[in-house]
């Protein structure tokens, strides 16, 4: 299931479920200002607010905390994504297609680890090959046309 499938479902069980639950927390907080119900009356009321809309509500509002940071998470990361590619992309441009690890780690301010994982990923897409210089950075070199 992909993720906006999960955030989907989450929010569709869990504004129902929170939705409900508010119903029955409410007549359970009302219940006391009836007038026209009996104290045994007001007391069924009051427990099944307490037995049925507290756990409702709270499984509900869990459910869309969750949907709402899982939401949050993902855009994050794919904004992530975007930045890497735009300083990648600036970077190919700028020297004919050659890139070494060192300058892309340096250019988006990533971890070495971080900035290995991604060039590689975007180089296998690519097709791009790498070679060590003397030096001993490695250097992509990105096919452009």
Do not use: C, W
């Amino acid at each position: 299931m992909t993720i906006f499938k999960q955030i989907l479902v989450k929010q569709v069980l869990g504004y129902p479920l929170l939705g409900v639950g508010s119903l029955f927390v409410l007549a359970m907080v009302l219940a006391p200002l009836s007038a026209l119900s009996s104290e045994q009356d007001q007391t069924v009321t009051r427990l099944g607010g307490l037995a049925v809309g507290l756990p409702l509500s709270v499984a509900g509002g869990s459910l869309v905390l969750s949907a709402h940071n899982q939401a949050r998470k993902q855009l994050t990361f794919e904004h992530e994504q975007l930045r890497l590619q735009q300083v990648l992309y600036r970077l190919i441009e700028a020297d004919r297609g050659q890139v070494t690890l060192v300058q892309f780690a340096i250019a988006a301010n990533i971890s070495a680890e971080d900035a290995r994982n991604y060039i590689d990923a975007q180089a296998t897409a690519f097709g791009a090959n790498f070679d060590v210089s003397a030096a001993g950075a490695v250097v992509y070199q990105f096919p452009i046309s």
